[in-house]
Structure formats: C-alpha cells, structure tokens
C-alpha cells in the first residue's frame, strides 16, 4: 500500500480508496501538487522512495542532473499513476469488496510520437501572458470535459511549464483556485486518477468550482442582481424614475418566480439623503468651530465623504483634489474660525447649503444659536434635527397630482387596521388605493366631520393592502 495515514482522510475525504470526483481532487491537490511543487520537506503520504540494486534510497520526485523536462514528467506520471495504483493492488485485502483499479502508465495513454510532440512549438520563456498548458495544447473550452490522452497531455505540458516559467517558485507554491496553471494540472490528474478508479471525469470549469471549494449558484445568483443594479442605473441615467423598481430575490419561488420586482416604498421622512426634510443643527455659534462641524455632523451623520459648505452664495469650505494651493490655504484658515467669525457669518437663522459631488447628496441645514448644552445627553456640543412638514401634494404616475388626506386621518386609519401577513410583491402605492371612490369618498368625510375613528366603507371589492415602509416587517396593513 502506498497509503498509510492518509487512508485516514485528509479533510474528511477518501485518498487511496477514491468514490467520489472530490477524492480524486483532494488526491491531486493536496499530495500531488503539494510533493511537486511545494515544501519539500513536508511529509506527505507520496513520499515514496525506490530502491535500485546497489541499495541506495532515492526520493522518485527528485529530478535527476541529467535527466530532461519531458523524461522527468513521464516518470513522475508513471509512479503515481502506474507504480503507485501497483502497490495499492498488492494488498488484497482491501479490494475483496471494492472494484479494483487498474494503473495506467503514458505508453497506455499517449503513443510515443504524440508523447515527443506533446505542446506547442512556442518558445514559452517569451510569453508575456500567464502560462496555461490549455492555451498551449488548443484545449481552450473549459467546459469540455478531456479524454484521458487530452488529461495526460495537459499534465506533462503543465508539469514543464512549471519548470520553465515558474521555477523560483516551486518549493513555496500552495494551490490557489484563482492560479490558472495549478487548476490545470490538478483538474488533469484528479481526471486521470479518477479513470484508474472508474469516476467520470470533470470538464476544468467543473473541476475548478470543486478544488476551490467554490458554489456556481452564488456567483450566478450575483450575477443576475448585479445585471438588476445595472438596469436600474440606466434608468436612474435617463430618468425615467416612472419606472424605478426594486427586486426581491427569493430563495424559494413564489408564483413560479424567483424574482420579485416591486415599485420603490416612498422616501423615508427621517432619511436625510431620500427626504426632503429641512435639518435643524442647534449649535453654540460663538464657540464652535467650523471644523467641529464638518467633522461631527456633516461627514459623520450626513456621510459626505467631500463636502462642500456654502453660506448663501459665499463659499467656506471645499474639500477633494485640483484645488489650488491658496485656495486650499483658505479653506484651511476657515476651519479653524468658528462660526461667527466665518467670511459670511453663521449666526442664528443662518442657512447653510451642504453638497457632496462625489455622492451627489445636496442638503440644507438651519442654524439654531443655542449657549449650552448637557454635557452628558450632548457630549457634540451641538443637536441636528429635522423637521416633518405635512405632505399636502403627491405626483402621480401620469403626473396628475391629487390630495392625499391629512396626517391625523391617516393615522386613524392605521390606529384601525389588521396586520396580516404577506408576501413581497403586493405593494400598492397610496394614489392606487385612492382610485377607489368610495374608499377616496369615505377619507374625504372623514376628514371633514373630524372623527378620531375610522368610517367603515362596505364593499364587494378584494382588500386593498398597504405595505409597511420597514420590507423587512413583512406586514401589510389592510384597508377596508
């Protein structure tokens, strides 16, 4: 047997007893490779010497002073796919309940000729390119899955251009799924090895996602939501904001869908990039530095990475490159005055304009002048705020506008209703609920008779559902 300790599973997986594809890539990846081109010196279960008649011990992965490329590749290819699956055989013990495998040696795999000529005629040490035995041998479908003379050929092939182009590194190589050579000569000898054993073969793109521990739906799945982000951006470019959508990706379909697209939930009114809520900052005008500002509320709350600041038309701050040196210098004094003091003065009732062009975020802020603050409950030394204005116009999606009832209406209304359960998808827009006369007729009088209960309106119709603003609720509010 050639296989000792290592019988007993590296990462849980079979080495001398393949069943499985996967054996066969822990085989190549983690003995083979490692024994070829890593540390030397660390055992591992092909540390497999032979003996010759005068006694001597000698290591068969060594390469020998005379012995060429091309003649070291074949025998390497002879002891672990030949010799070795030999010695594994010798035992019979282990076999009575299992099919045998049988050795395969490269006269059994290449004729001879095909063995001199294996690769390209390319002088490899010129290339610029990264060293890929499939490039060089015309095997350039990575689905494809090889026969066993196309396996042996990209094993030889990949085991000299290790030797030609990447020879500084070996003895330190550790596979890496993302090291287009290694993946090679580990997808041909977990190939060959799982033909000794009677495994079907894997194409390299197969054999890649198995050796790199790799899940193919995952990159899939993000693909699909990224070609979503892309979608969505070209409407954002062209600005059809009409037809802005946002998607769930299910894990299980519903409705025979994985995907879910719905319309966008309105701009939240304590968000300060979606809303339109004017900010509040209270502040110490007198003593607080334009810097502590920017630092503490404008970078760290707003997160604006480049803010620019503007006091009515006057500019006080700007921060990026390709400002000139005494602008620069400017903007640096300017940091350092506090409010008051500023080239347009921030006093009570000032308005300030924030903006981030590499954000694209625009904002205003009114300054509240405030002389003291708790030093416990507010440790800035300053306090934003926003203010809720009442929404009194909505658009539409034909750009009609129409009323929407007050907020006190509204939330009676919400004071009433039943929380079901639903599943994403089923938003409807406030102005689509409205369509509905009677439920239109019934907000109307209920808004003007100033009741604090909800009217309830009989109808045949199926419920209208609103849907929370927080998706991750998964509620939905029932009108009726």
């Not at 894990?251 to 879910?260: C, F, G, I, N, Y």
Request: aromatic content about 6%.
């Amino acid at each position: 047997m050639t296989c000792h300790v290592a019988c007993l599973g590296i990462e849980k997986k079979k080495i001398c007893m393949h069943e499985k594809f996967v054996h066969c890539i822990v085989w190549a990846k983690d003995l083979l490779f490692a024994k070829l081109f890593g540390d030397r010196n660390q055992d591992n279960d092909l540390n497999v010497r032979s003996n010759d008649d005068s006694g001597s011990k000698t290591d068969v992965f060594e390469r020998n002073v005379d012995e060429d490329l091309p003649q070291y590749a074949q025998r390497i290819y002879d002891h672990v796919f030949g010799y070795n699956i030999e010695t594994a055989l010798a035992n019979e013990e282990t076999w009575k309940n299992r099919k045998k495998p049988y050795p395969i040696y490269i006269r059994d795999a290449l004729p001879e000729d095909a063995v001199q000529r294996n690769g390209s005629s390319r002088d490899h040490k010129n290339e610029e390119h990264e060293p890929s035995a499939t490039v060089s041998l015309g095997l350039r479908n990575p689905q494809e899955i090889w026969s066993l003379a196309d396996n042996s050929r990209v094993f030889l092939e990949a085991l000299k251009l290790f030797f030609e182009k990447r020879e500084k590194e070996i003895g330190n190589l550790i596979f890496d799924k993302d090291d287009q050579l290694a993946v090679e000569f580990v997808t041909a000898a977990a190939n060959i090895r799982a033909s000794s054993f009677g495994i079907p073969p894997h194409s390299l793109f197969e054999a890649k996602g198995v050796a790199g521990n790799i899940v193919h739906a995952v990159a899939t799945t993000n693909a699909i939501i990224a070609g979503l982000i892309v979608i969505e951006a070209i409407k954002v470019l062209k600005g059809d904001y009409q037809n802005y959508r946002m998607t769930y990706c299910l894990e299980h379909p519903s409705r025979k869908m994985l995907l879910m697209p719905v319309e966008p939930f309105e701009p939240n009114k304590s968000c300060y990039v979606c809303s339109e809520t004017p900010l509040v900052l209270e502040v110490n005008t007198k003593t607080t530095k334009l810097r502590e500002v920017i630092d503490k509320v404008i970078k760290s709350k707003l997160g604006m990475n480049l803010p620019l600041v503007m006091v009515g038309a006057t500019l006080v701050f700007e921060d990026g490159e390709g400002l000139e040196p005494d602008e620069a210098a400017n903007y640096a004094l300017n940091l350092e005055k506090v409010l008051a003091e500023l080239p347009a003065p921030v006093v009570n009732d000032t308005k300030i304009t924030v903006e981030d062009f590499q954000q694209e975020l625009k904002c205003s802020i009114n300054i509240k002048h405030r002389d003291e603050f708790d030093e416990e409950k507010e440790p800035d030394g300053m306090v934003l705020a926003g203010w809720s204005g009442p929404v009194d116009k909505q658009v539409n999606s034909n750009g009609d506008k129409r009323s929407v009832p007050s907020s006190s209406s509204a939330d009676d209304i919400d004071s009433t209703a039943e929380d079901i359960p639903v599943k994403p998808g089923m938003k409807r827009k406030l102005n689509e609920i409205l369509e509905s006369q009677e439920n239109f007729d019934a907000l109307q009088n209920q808004s003007d008779v100033g009741s604090s209960s909800a009217q309830v309106v009989e109808d045949d119709d199926d419920d209208i559902v609103m849907l929370d603003e927080d998706p991750k609720q998964g509620k939905k509010k029932r009108l009726q």
